[in-house]
């Protein structure tokens, strides 16, 4: 029941605004979008490298975008 409590806080930092960057997901409204996040995180930035670049950026974001995109890989792919 916990881990369900801490996604919905996670997924309420993620938010969408057809001005901001094409209506991509973005962090708190700020012009800081999920995908750019998740790009430093896969090519090896620890997180303390993009707080450190983004001081607006609290931990808890990471985790946010981290949980984003779990939640939307998570689907079925059918296979002919």
């Known amino acids: 029941m916990m881990g369900k409590i801490v996604e919905e806080d996670a997924m309420e930092r993620i938010t969408y605004e057809a001005g901001k960057c094409g209506g ?19 090519v090896g930035v620890s997180t303390e490298e993009i707080l450190a670049d983004f001081p607006d950026l609290q931990l808890e974001d990471i985790h946010a975008c981290l949980t984003y995109a779990a939640r939307y890989i998570d689907h079925p792919r059918l296979a002919a």
């Open 24 to 42: 991509r997901p973005c962090i708190r409204g700020m012009r800081i979008r999920v995908s750019d996040i998740l790009d430093m995180l896969a």
